[in-house]
C-alpha cells in the first residue's frame, strides 16, 4: 500500500554503474542503520558478487564493532564489483527490504522474474524466493508468538500493576491511620507532660498549704491561750457579778423585786410562745429532710447512669482495641512489601530512643526534685515541732512565772 503512493522511478536496467551507486551512496546512511547483512549475504553469495572469504570477514572481522559498521564495509566490498554488486544489493533489498527498496529507488518492490537482473538463473532464484518466503513466514510466526508472549507478559504485569497499586492504596490508608494514631500519641504524650506540671504545681500548692496551716495552727494556739484567758477573767467577772448580784438582792427594796418578778413572768410568756412555734418547726425540718431524701434518691439514680454509660465507654473501648489490633495485622503483613521505607523508620526510632533518653532525664530530674521537697518538707516539720516543743516550753515558762507572782502577792496582801 505504500508503493502505491511512491510514483514510479526510473528503470533499473537502463541506469549505468555510477548512476546506480550514487543512488546507493546517497542512501548509504539510510541502508546501514536499517539493514542487517546477515539477510542480505545468502542472496549475494548466490549471485556470485561475495565470496566465502568476504562472508567471513564481514561476520567475524574484530574491527567492526556493531551491525552498521558490518554493513559499510559489505557496501565497500560490493563497490568493487561494479555494476553487478550494486543491482544484486537493490534485488537483496528488493526481496528481504522492499520498504527500504522503494525509499532507496522510488520503485514498488515485485517478485516477478522480469524485475531482476538475470545474476542469478531461473530455477535457482524460484528456488531462493521459495526459501526466503519460507524464511519470512517463519520469522512472521515467531514474531507473532513474541507478540503473544509480550502480551500475555504484559497483561500479567498490568494485574500486577492494578495489584500493587491496591497495595500501594491500602498501605496509604494504614499509613494515614498510623499518622493518625502517633498524632493521637503525641497528643497524649502532651496530655501528661500537662498533668504532670500540674502534679507538680499541687505539689507546691500543697507544701504551701501546709506551710499555711502550721500558721493558722500556730495562730489558732495562740488564740486558744487568748480564749483561756479570756475565759478566766469572764469566770472572775461572774463570779463577783454573782456576788454583787447577792448583794443588790440583800439590798434590793419591794419595789426593785417586784419589778423583777414582771421581768421573769415576761420571760416565762416568751418561753411558752417559743415552745408553742416548736411544732411549726419541726414540721419544717420533716419537709426538709423528705426533700433531702429526694435529692438522694436523684443522686443515686444519676449515680446509676454514669455507671451505665461507664460500661458503655468500657465497651466501645474493647471494641476500639479489638480494631487497633486487625489494624497492627495488617500493618505487620504489609510492612513486608515496604522495605524502601525501613531507613526512614530507624532514623524515626533513633529520634524516639533520643526523645525517650531524654524523657528518662526528665523523670530523673523530676524524682531528684520530688526528693529534694520531700527532704525539704521534712526538715520544716522538724522545725515545726522543735517551735511547738518550745512554745508550749515558753507557755509553761510563763505560766510558772504567773502563779509564783501570784503566790507571791499574797503573803504580802496578808
Not at 556470485?48 to 570477514?57: A, C, K, N, P, Q
Not at 522545725?383 to 510558772?400: D, G, I, K, P
Amino acid at each position: 500500500m505504500a508503493g502505491e503512493c511512491v510514483p514510479e522511478g526510473p528503470d533499473l536496467k537502463e541506469m549505468g554503474e555510477e548512476e546506480l551507486w550514487e543512488l546507493i551512496n546517497d542512501n548509504r546512511h539510510r541502508i546501514a542503520l536499517g539493514v542487517r547483512p546477515c539477510m542480505l549475504i545468502p542472496y549475494l553469495r548466490q549471485a556470485r558478487v561475495l565470496t566465502e572469504m568476504d562472508e567471513d570477514e564481514i561476520i567475524s572481522c574484530h574491527n567492526l564493532h556493531n551491525r552498521s559498521m558490518r554493513t559499510s564495509h559489505m557496501l565497500d566490498l560490493l563497490r568493487t564489483q561494479g555494476r553487478n554488486g550494486a543491482v544484486a544489493l537493490l534485488e537483496s533489498l528488493m526481496i528481504h527490504y522492499p520498504t527500504l527498496y522503494t525509499q532507496v529507488t522510488g520503485r514498488k518492490p515485485s517478485t516477478e522474474p522480469s524485475r531482476f537482473s538475470g545474476l542469478i538463473k531461473y530455477s535457482e532464484l524460484t528456488e531462493y524466493l521459495i526459501r526466503a518466503v519460507t524464511g519470512m513466514q517463519k520469522e512472521l510466526q515467531e514474531s507473532r508468538q513474541e507478540a503473544d508472549r509480550l502480551s500475555k507478559r504484559c497483561t500479567s504485569l498490568q494485574s500486577e500493576i492494578s495489584q500493587m497499586m491496591e497495595q500501594k492504596e491500602k498501605y496509604r490508608c494504614l499509613q494515614a491511620d498510623c499518622e493518625h494514631m502517633r498524632r493521637q500519641l503525641a497528643a497524649a504524650h502532651r496530655e501528661v507532660v500537662k498533668l504532670k506540671d500540674e502534679k507538680c504545681d499541687l505539689y507546691v500548692r500543697y507544701t504551701a498549704s501546709i506551710e499555711e496551716n502550721s500558721a493558722v495552727n500556730i495562730h489558732c494556739r495562740d488564740l486558744n491561750l487568748q480564749v483561756y484567758q479570756l475565759q478566766t477573767e469572764l469566770r472572775k467577772a461572774q463570779t463577783e457579778t454573782d456576788f454583787q448580784r447577792q448583794r443588790s438582792f440583800r439590798c434590793a427594796s419591794p419595789a426593785e423585786t417586784q419589778q423583777l418578778r414582771d421581768e421573769v413572768n415576761s420571760l416565762r410568756c416568751q418561753l411558752l410562745e417559743a415552745e408553742k412555734f416548736a411544732p411549726a418547726r419541726e414540721d419544717i425540718l420533716a419537709q426538709d429532710l423528705v426533700e433531702a431524701r429526694d435529692g438522694r434518691t436523684e443522686l443515686v439514680e444519676q449515680l446509676m447512669c454514669y455507671r451505665d454509660e461507664k460500661e458503655r465507654l468500657l465497651r466501645e473501648k474493647e471494641k476500639l482495641l479489638d480494631q487497633k489490633e486487625c489494624l497492627s495485622l495488617q500493618v505487620q503483613q504489609l510492612t513486608l512489601d515496604c522495605d524502601m521505607y525501613q531507613q526512614k523508620s530507624t532514623v524515626i526510632q533513633s529520634q524516639m530512643r533520643e526523645l525517650q533518653s531524654e524523657r528518662d532525664q526528665a523523670y530523673l530530674s523530676r524524682d531528684e526534685a520530688q526528693a529534694l521537697i520531700a527532704r525539704s518538707l521534712a526538715e520544716k516539720d522538724t522545725l515545726r515541732s522543735q517551735l511547738v516543743e518550745l512554745q508550749e516550753r515558753v507557755f509553761t515558762v510563763r505560766a510558772r512565772g504567773s502563779h509564783m507572782d501570784t503566790s507571791g502577792k499574797q503573803p504580802h496582801m496578808d
